[in-house]
T-cell receptor, first 112, second 114 residues
Framework: GESVGLHLPTLSVQEGDNSIINCAYSNSASDYFIWYKQESGKGPQFIIDIRSNMDKRQGQRVTVLLNKTVKHLSLQIAATQPGDSAVYFCAEGGNQGGKLIFGQGTELSVKP | EPEVTQTPSHQVTQMGQEVILRCVPISNHLYFYWYRQILGQKVEFLVSFYNNEISEKSEIFDDQFSVERPDGSNFTLKIRSTKLEDSAMYFC????????????FGPGTRLLVL
């Protein structure tokens, strides 16, 4: 069946370092991908998205890379800060109904 | 900045009771969604809603669940007879359109069924 999974359940980095969070997806028909950040007790917060006709998209301190050949998605966070500590979810979608399929999540811990 | 709001933030109920979770989506959005997240697990899609009808629903969204847009601003999720396994965080989300559009999530309602 469809699934979106993450390679690493936890990631610990030093403040100022760059972080890379990875995600694998299985539905090659998906054409829309989103990264969400979730802090404890809060709802998912939109970070960045990318459509399947793109390989890379940049935001403020974040970059999403999409490799459709191997069905892989990554989120890069530059100069990671303590405020970036959270669980990061990738999600795939694109059908008209709007259903998003979420991955398990990676917990990012930033050490000062 | 506009945001999705949800009430209540916490709800405790007895098994078998009905609960209604409320959401106010972002005002110019046309698509509305409910998701749930069991503690420590991933976010799961329940249902999407557009033009006053369900667009898509998951296997979780059985006959015990229903959604409604009773007026121009609210979007509700009703669970008719709650079960212990319904305990979870329930998130409402909205987007301008379906498909390739960003969904913005509310802060969630934590439901505890005893």
């Amino acid at each position: 069946g469809e699934s979106v999974g993450l390679h690493l359940p936890t990631l610990s980095v030093q403040e100022g370092d760059n972080s890379i969070i990875n995600c694998a997806y299985s539905n090659s028909a998906s054409d829309y991908f989103i990264w969400y950040k979730q802090e404890s007790g809060k709802g998912p917060q939109f970070i960045i998205d990318i459509r399947s006709n793109m390989d890379k998209r940049q935001g403020q301190r974040v970059t999403v890379l999409l490799n459709k050949t191997v069905k892989h998605l990554s989120l890069q966070i530059a100069a990671t800060q303590p405020g970036d500590s959270a669980v990061y979810f990738c999600a795939e979608g694109g059908n008209q109904g709007g259903k998003l399929i979420f991955g398990q999540g990676t917990e990012l811990s930033v050490k000062p | 900045e506009p945001e999705v709001t949800q009430t209540p933030s916490h709800q405790v109920t007895q098994m078998g009771q009905e609960v209604i979770l409320r959401c106010v989506p972002i005002s110019n959005h046309l698509y509305f969604y409910w998701y749930r997240q069991i503690l420590g697990q991933k976010v799961e899609f329940l249902v999407s809603f557009y033009n006053n009808e369900i667009s898509e629903k998951s296997e979780i969204f059985d006959d015990q669940f229903s959604v409604e847009r009773p007026d121009g601003s609210n979007f509700t999720l009703k669970i008719r007879s709650t079960k212990l396994e319904d305990s979870a965080m329930y998130f409402c989300a909205s987007s301008t359109r379906g498909g390739l559009e960003t969904q913005y999530f509310g802060p969630g309602t934590r439901l505890l069924v005893l």
